[in-house]
């Protein structure tokens, strides 16, 4: 078959015609727009790898660079706060440091400068602080208060030791290896954690800065203890405690779950026996008061219980109301009484008994001064009296005042029946009486050890 020559013949004519076609050269154009600056040659920071890291802790970052020649003599600086403890260069180009940062130290973005002889080449808000612990606050945060707070690890790195005591039922669970504090005036403890989470009590004395205030978890056993602070974790704002007046009652509104009120009460004179009351208008109220001296500080908590009663001094005592069932929305009339203490010492022994004029009688404000002190008193039952019992309570006074009953004869020594001591204070009925005479009330300190002085105590004949 005989090839067509159609392709070549044209591609001859297409040349042929340009050839023809040639003649001089048009006038330049215009200049055309310029291009685009190439890269800087000039030294740089690249990157910062990590870009972040936390407050009261050692981390290791790298430093990248362009076009730098750095070398040993390079110093790097990380703004106030954060200390360089170890430098190795990589390459001229790579740093890799140690740096430790300072619980103190500012948060937020901060500038990274190298610097190579009199050369410093600077990142700009390369390099961010953020507080390992975030803590949010419910209740009152003011001076004078009990808060809870959660708080939250941020750092992933250091999770809490949960290593703990006690099994619950018979003894409270303790976190051992935690342990909160704060900012001066600022206390209070671990109720409960997890990995990366705690349950907190806060207590703010009555003195206590107004303004930012810390909350520092410390975690880890004796000596390893890494703490974890959040500098700002709450705003304490200040209060002006309102002024209790004995017998008069003084209102106050809780509005929010776990609301504090503060309270102060100036006593009449030293000695005083002072106690304290609040009547809620809500069912579901459970009124507490946390009893604090003239210092105002939680560390000195004279008591804490429904309605304190307390011996004190001539200086003014703080009252700090706080409900712990999270209860609000309800008013609360709160009354300070000053109790004339119905014990008249000496009255330690059966010979020095204290006479109870008539019964039934209700004798207020007696003290167990020490752990062995010993109450006695008598009664005097008539002829139609015998085959009666004596029935006798003991009741605050002070919460944990941990008393024993027992009724004795006129020698001093037979017994009619000493009281179970199952719990703080007794409800004791005596054997039957026998013969008309002086009669022996006798209160002592449990065997389970001596925690509260005062109590109360009442006595009848049924």
């Known amino acids: 078959m005989r090839k067509s020559r159609v392709g070549l013949l044209s591609l001859s004519l297409v040349a042929l015609f340009a050839l023809g076609c040639s003649g001089e050269a048009g006038p330049a154009g215009p200049a055309g727009q310029p291009g685009a600056e190439g890269p800087s040659a000039d030294p740089s920071i690249n990157a910062i790898t990590p870009g972040k890291a936390f407050i009261a802790r050692q981390t290791e970052v790298t430093i990248s660079g362009f076009n730098t020649t750095w070398t040993e003599a390079t110093t790097l600086d990380f703004g106030p706060g954060v200390t360089v403890v170890k430098k190795t260069n990589a390459s001229p180009t790579a740093i890799v440091a140690t740096i430790e940062i300072d619980p103190s130290a500012a948060i937020g973005a901060r500038d990274v400068n190298v610097t190579e002889g009199s050369t410093t080449v600077t990142y700009k808000g390369a390099f961010t602080l ?30 809490f030791d949960l290593t703990t005591t006690g099994d619950g039922l018979f003894e409270p669970i303790a976190f051992t290896n935690l342990a909160m ?12 954690a997890q990995l990366y989470g705690a349950d907190l009590l806060i207590l703010t004395d009555v003195n206590t800065a107004a303004g930012p205030a810390e909350v520092t978890i410390a975690s880890g056993p004796p000596g390893e203890e890494i703490s974890s602070p959040a500098p700002a974790a709450m705003l304490v704002e200040a209060r002006t405690p309102t ?81 712990n069932t999270g209860t609000s929305g309800y008013s609360i009339d709160v009354t300070v009484k000053e109790i004339v203490p119905a014990e008249i010492e000496p009255n330690n022994a059966c010979a020095e008994a204290q006479q109870v004029a008539s019964l039934p009688a209700t004798l207020d404000a007696f003290k167990m001064a020490d752990k062995d002190d010993q109450d006695w008193l008598v009664v005097d039952i008539a002829e ?79």
């Open 384 to 462: 139609g009296d015998v085959g009666k019992v004596l029935h006798v309570v003991t009741s605050p006074g002070e919460a944990q005042t941990d008393t024993v009953i027992e009724v004795v004869g006129s020698d001093c020594t037979t017994s009619l029946g000493v009281s179970e001591d199952s719990n703080y204070h007794e409800d004791f009925t005596s054997d039957p009486i026998t013969a008309p005479g002086k009669y022996f009330i006798k209160v002592t300190n449990s065997t389970y050890g001596y925690s509260g002085a005062l109590y109360n105590l009442s006595i009848t004949l049924e």
């Open 130 to 159: 953020d507080t390992p612990l975030d803590v949010s606050v419910t209740g009152t945060a003011a001076q004078g208060s009990i808060l809870l707070a959660s708080a939250k690890m941020k750092d992933l790195s250091t999770p």
């Open 243 to 323: 002024a209790l007046t004995a017998d008069m009652s003084v209102s106050g509104a809780v509005d929010q779950p776990f609301a504090s009120l503060l309270f102060q009460y100036t006593p009449s004179g030293p000695g005083k026996i002072v106690s304290i009351e609040a009547v809620a208008d809500s069912v579901d109220a459970v009124p507490n008061f946390a009893v604090l001296p003239a210092s105002g500080k939680f560390s000195e908590l004279i008591a804490f219980d429904t309605a304190p009663t307390v011996e004190v001094g001539a200086e003014p005592i703080y009252f700090v109301y706080w409900d």
């Open 181 to 192: 504090s704060g900012s001066p005036g600022i206390s209070g403890s671990v109720e409960d």
